[in-house]
């Protein structure tokens, strides 16, 4: 890895370019390319799998064919994955040597309760126990007798209190019955708020067509030349993604995204605009995507049985 890096560094140098300059044609971080010049692949060692996606950005921000250093990477990565594998073997053999080490912990006494030395203390035992029993009936209160009487007073009180409001009302006797509203009739207010609930139906309806090509291609028809696009792309696991238009034309986004971190493009409608997303562990349930707000169904059997996937969106403005 670090004959790359060395590559890499020699080129970026010849090219008269700045760590700066390669980030903002990368979209990577600059300590992402001082780890990659340096060979320190232990950088990277959180998300390796995406160090490939690193460097052939890098390759190809430098003009130099990532297929030259593909077999160099694949020897360094297989090297790394080894010597990680080794260290945690011996991490393992050393935590067990540590817990065969320790020493077991004595068991603490169990507590045993005195005996009573003679039959003459338990015969007082349970002498006071009994006379405590019986001041203690004597003195409890009958609670079932007390919740009846409770009870008693609270209907009569009722009793009591509709009759006194019944002869205080003249209109209590009377057969005059309140008017009732018909909840039916509509009214302005009514029909107002329906408007209103069709207006955001409408809006809610996609203002395009998405037509499957393929699998992994997709045009999208119904939007006019000139308007705002929006490409939001979320996820639900961490992945590598790399977006350009138009071939190399414009890099649109190239980074590792999360949760937290969603991907937001926002651009204009072209007459026929070509949008290539390279995914680095994809999968249908992690990857969700959105035009304008209105997610897009992308067909299964994209990824080919990889763990990334390439996906074409060709807007077709009128």
Do not use: H
């Not at 903002?24 to 959180?46: C, H, L, V, W």
């Not at 006194?164 to 209109?171: A, D, K, Y």
């Amino acid at each position: 890895m670090k004959d790359i890096g060395k590559k890499l560094q020699e080129k970026r140098s010849e090219l008269k370019l700045s760590y700066e300059d390669v980030s903002k044609m990368t979209k990577m971080p600059t300590d992402n390319i001082r780890a990659i010049e340096s060979g320190n692949i232990e950088y990277f060692q959180n998300d390796i799998t995406y160090l490939r996606f690193y460097v052939r950005a890098y390759c190809k921000a430098l003009g130099i064919p990532f297929e030259d250093l593909r077999e160099q990477f694949d020897d360094s990565i297989e090297e790394f994955t080894q010597t990680m594998s080794l260290k945690a073997i011996k991490d393992r053999e050393n935590i067990e040597d540590n817990i065969a080490s320790r020493t077991e912990i004595k068991k603490a006494d169990t507590y045993k309760e005195p005996p009573i030395e003679t039959v003459k203390d338990r015969s007082s035992i349970r002498q006071n126990a009994s006379q405590t029993n019986r001041f203690r009936k004597k003195g409890k209160l009958d609670i079932s007798l007390i919740s009846l009487l409770v009870i008693v007073a609270i209907v009569i009180g009722v009793i009591v209190y509709v009759m006194f409001s019944n002869g205080l009302n003249p209109n209590s006797s009377g057969s005059e019955e309140p008017p009732v509203s018909d909840t039916n009739t509509p009214t302005p207010e009514k029909e107002k708020e329906k408007e209103k609930e069709k207006e955001k139906e409408k809006e809610k309806e996609p203002s395009y067509t998405v037509k499957e090509v393929t699998a992994d291609s997709y045009e999208i028809n119904g939007l006019k030349t000139g308007d705002p696009l929006k490409i939001d792309i979320t996820f639900s696991e961490s992945c590598w993604v790399v977006g350009t238009l138009n071939g190399t034309e414009e890099m649109i986004v190239s980074d590792t995204y999360t949760v937290e971190k969603p991907v937001n493009y926002e651009g204009v409608v072209g007459t026929n605009d070509v949008y290539s997303i390279t995914f680095g562990n994809y999968k249908p349930d992690v990857v969700t995507v959105k035009i304008n707000g209105q997610k897009m169904t992308i067909n299964p059997e994209i990824t080919g049985g990889t763990n990334y996937a390439v996906l074409t969106i060709t807007v077709k403005g009128n």
